[in-house]
């Protein structure tokens, strides 16, 4: 029997719907909305696709939404100082600078520099540290979020259960490890993390509960290892090819077609982990909101 499908699709719908309902009570209540920028900085192809969605679904939402496209020249100083003007600008609740930049400025300098309060990304030093401490205070990473948002809405039972995580950047597979180890809901479950260079990955892979694919290698994960029925999520969005249409051709970092005859639980790319991402991103916008109205 195959895996049920877990839809990223389906999924963020539904958190956008539960988002655009905050919203209007926010704006019935206080007169006002979830303020967003998005800073852009040059004309990177893929960078203007991702932030052209994100102001897209921001709209769709209802927010504030400012896009502040500045050129591939700007200074790192004269980054900074638009970063400052938006820490002060009491009508932006989040403040995303689309990555990569520009090879003259310092990305750590630039994530810093963002008001840890604002920083809806969850990117920055402080709310990393939040996140290991478990303050809920903090703005969890948009991509780890999605996938813990995606196992608890599965129905996948994650308390004492085995979790491993192929992977170890600090986008995903760090973060993902500690939030799956903490106490609540979503999580308390024994994490192993490993990666690439592992000694008998295989044999990691095969007792997980619940597999978290990220290591950004096509088809890693092979269906023997998978154990029956565990819950797999695989976050990775790999180009091995252009269809004569000249749209790329997808592949995650499990064999997908072979593993979804024996897990319980999986993930589709595209289509799965990458649809949550932004919805992620919208969520700690509107929770931010509240919190700068006081409430929540």
Known sequence: MSAEIISGTEMRAAILE???????????KYDTVPGLVTILVGENPASVSYVTLKVKTALSL???????????DITEDE?????????????IHGILVQLPLPKHIDEAKVIT???PDKDVDGFHPVNLGRMVIGDKEGFLPCTPAGIQEMIVRSGTETSGAEVVVVGRSNIVGKPISIMMGQKGVGANSTVTMVHTRTKDLEAHCKRADILIVA?????????EWIKPGATVIDVGVNRIGTAESGKAILSGDVEFQKAKEIAGKI??????????????????????????????
């Open 18 to 28: 539960e988002l655009r309902d905050e919203v209007a009570t926010i704006k019935e």
């Open 79 to 91: 980054l900074l100082a638009l970063i400052e003007k938006y820490n002060n600008d009491s009508s």
């Open 113 to 115: 520099a963002i008001n």
């Open 62 to 72: 209802g927010f504030h939404e400012i896009q502040d496209n500045q050129p591939e």
């Open 215 to 223: 290591a950004g290698v096509p088809n890693l994960v092979k269906p």
């Open 267 to 296: 993930t589709p790319v595209p289509g799965g982990v990458g649809p949550m991402t932004i919805a992620m991103l919208m969520k700690n916008t509107v929770a931010s909101a509240w919190r700068h109205l006081g409430s929540k």
